[in-house]
């Protein structure tokens, strides 16, 4: 017997965006997600994403998930009740073999060996470092070094890569006066844009495409207002609350 009415309703995904959706050559929809932390709900988030994905292209996607947290894996890979045929790919990162990423020539693919096995942490990252120091162009090497940092972020690592950043092939850029200064300055203008590239996508996350109008706005803030935009950036309701037109 029911014995009450109130659950009319059901919760709303407020312009749920997937991390990467893309088509393999065989025209199969694949999708990869990235999650740092054990999400009780991401079985049901990746249930939602497959079904928005049917409803949109009219075919369920393969769909894995690449864990980079720093805690033990734990996550449910499958429905256990009415849906126990729906499931996805859970890849823990840290049981991948660091050695083919280590072995590219691609600093990028070094950067990301970060996230997987290996035993000697010390020479694991100096020897990263040492190759995203072989990258003389400045914007390159300031890129990489963020990116390395904010990995090894994942992993409790950052202390490792700052002294690491005393190997040879760096330090000889940071003595250099002409390098050194280029490179520092390239590092706080990678950081300010990296900041400003990761609320961009936090607001798309939040309410959907970026217009033009609020692009511009986001442009024009300084790195101390990005600071306190990211602080604001739950509590708004609208996106014309979290970027209001200055008053000239």
């Given at each position: 017997m029911v014995v009450d009415w109130p659950l009319n309703e059901l919760p709303h995904m407020q312009n749920p965006r997937l991390d990467l959706l893309g088509r393999a050559s065989n025209g199969r929809l694949m999708q990869i997600e990235c999650q740092s932390t054990n999400d009780s709900a991401m079985l049901l988030r990746m249930a939602e994403y497959s079904l928005g994905a049917y409803r949109q292209y009219g075919q369920f996607p393969l769909q894995f998930v690449l864990y980079v947290g720093r805690k033990q894996l734990r996550m449910p890979q499958r429905l256990p009740e009415l849906f126990d045929s729906?499931?996805?790919?859970?890849?823990?990162?840290?049981?991948?073999?660091?050695?083919?990423?280590?072995?590219?020539?691609?600093?990028?693919?070094?950067a990301l060996s970060i996230l997987t096995r290996f035993s000697d942490q010390r020479r694991t990252v100096e020897q990263i470092v040492g190759r995203i120091a072989e990258e003389r162009e400045r914007k390159q090497l300031t890129f990489y070094l963020e990116a390395l940092l904010v990995l090894a972020g994942l992993r409790g690592l950052e202390e490792k890569v700052e002294e690491a950043k005393k190997v040879p092939a760096f330090y000889d850029i940071l003595e250099n006066k002409v390098l050194g200064r280029e490179y520092k300055r390239g590092l706080q203008e990678g950081r300010q844009e990296?900041?400003?590239?990761?609320?961009?996508?936090?607001?798309?996350?939040?309410?959907?495409?970026?217009?033009?109008?609020?692009?511009?706005?986001?442009?024009?803030?300084?790195?101390?207002?990005?600071?306190?935009?990211?602080?604001?950036?739950?509590?708004?309701?609208?996106?014309?609350?979290?970027?209001?037109?200055?008053?000239?």
């Open positions: 729906f499931h996805y790919t859970l890849i823990d990162l840290r049981e991948i073999d660091s050695a083919p990423l280590l072995a590219s020539a691609e600093a990028s693919d070094n990296g900041e400003r590239t990761l609320l961009r996508l936090q607001i798309e996350k939040r309410f959907g495409s970026v217009p033009e109008w609020a692009s511009q706005r986001l442009e024009k803030l300084s790195e101390p207002e990005l600071g306190e935009l990211g602080l604001r950036l739950f509590e708004a309701q609208t996106l014309e609350e979290l970027l209001p037109e200055r008053s000239s």
